[in-house]
C-alpha cells in the first residue's frame, strides 16, 4: 500500500502518519524529517536545504527526489510506505511517478521485492482552514533536549519556556513564527493544492476533514475511523 499525504503545513499529517503506522505497518517518510536530519547534521545537502526552510520556501526537486528515492529502497518499504511533505506540486507527482516506474523497469530481478513498485495506491487529504493552521503552528514550542511537543493554547507547559518531561528549553521553530507561516500557506495554496485535482482525476484522492482538537479525548478514536474508511479498500 502505497500512500501520499496531502494537507498545509500543520494539519497534522505527522501525527495522522503515526496512527496509520502503527496499524498498518508501513513506514512514514518524511521528507521534512529526512532534511532536519541532514541539517542537523550540517551536511552539504543539509546547509543547502536550511536554506529554503529558513525563508519559508520549497526545497529544490532535485534535492529531495534524490533523498527519497534512496529512502524508499529501504527494506522497511517492502510492504508499501507513506509519504509526508512530498509532493508537493504537479512536477513533483509526474517525477515521483517517473521514479517508482523507473524502480519497476530498471532491470532488477523479478525475484527483487522492489519490482511491485508502480505507484500510488491512494492519496489522503487532509485539510483545515488558514485560521485553524495559523493558531496550530503559532502557539506550538518543542523541547530543546528530547523534542516533546508543547502548546501555548492547547498543551500549556506547567512552566513557561520549560519542558515538563526533562525541564529542558522550549523553542520555536524558524519555520513557524507569524510571518514564515503565511508565506508557508501562501506557497501551499499557490503550488500545492492544485494536487487535489491531480489526484482526484486519477480516482484516488480521498478527503479527510481534520479541524478536530488534537487533544480531545476521542480524538485517536475519530480520525482513525475516517483513515479507515479512506482505505477500506486496500485491507
Known amino acids: ?80 510506505f507513506m509519504l509526508d511533505g512530498f509532493p508537493r506540486t504537479i512536477a513533483q507527482a509526474e517525477a515521483l511517478e517517473k521514479m517508482l516506474g523507473n524502480m519497476e523497469i530498471s532491470g532488477m530481478p523479478k525475484t527483487d521485492k522492489f519490482s511491485s513498485i508502480a505507484k500510488i495506491d491512494v492519496a489522503i487529504n487532509f485539510y483545515a482552514s488558514d485560521k485553524v493552521i495559523m493558531q496550530r503552528l503559532g502557539g506550538r514550542r518543542i523541547c530543546k533536549n528530547c523534542g516533546s511537543i508543547f502548546h501555548l493554547v492547547n498543551r500549556i507547559p506547567k512552566k513557561p519556556g520549560i519542558c515538563d518531561e526533562c525541564g529542558g528549553e522550549l523553542y520555536q521553530r524558524a519555520d513557524e513564527v507569524p510571518e514564515i507561516i503565511k508565506k508557508r500557506l501562501n506557497t501551499y495554496h499557490e503550488q500545492t493544492k492544485p494536487l487535489e485535482d491531480y489526484y482526484k482525476n486519477k480516482g484516488i484522492l480521498k478527503e479527510i476533514r481534520a479541524e478536530t482538537d488534537m487533544n480531545a479525548p476521542t480524538f485517536k478514536e475519530d480520525i482513525l475511523d475516517k483513515i479507515d474508511e479512506a482505505l477500506d479498500q486496500f485491507k
Open 1 to 80: 500500500m502505497k500512500i501520499i499525504l496531502l494537507g498545509s503545513p500543520g494539519v497534522g499529517k505527522g501525527t495522522y502518519a503515526s496512527f496509520i503506522k502503527e496499524k498498518y505497518k508501513i513506514p512514514h517518510i518524511s521528507t521534512g524529517d529526512l532534511f532536519r536530519e541532514a541539517m542537523k547534521n550540517e551536511t552539504e545537502l543539509g546547509k543547502k536545504a536550511k536554506e529554503y526552510y529558513d525563508a519559508g520556501k520549497l526545497v529544490p526537486d532535485d534535492l529531495t527526489i534524490q533523498i527519497l528515492g534512496e529512502r524508499i529502497k529501504r527494506p522497511d518499504c517492502e510492504k508499501g
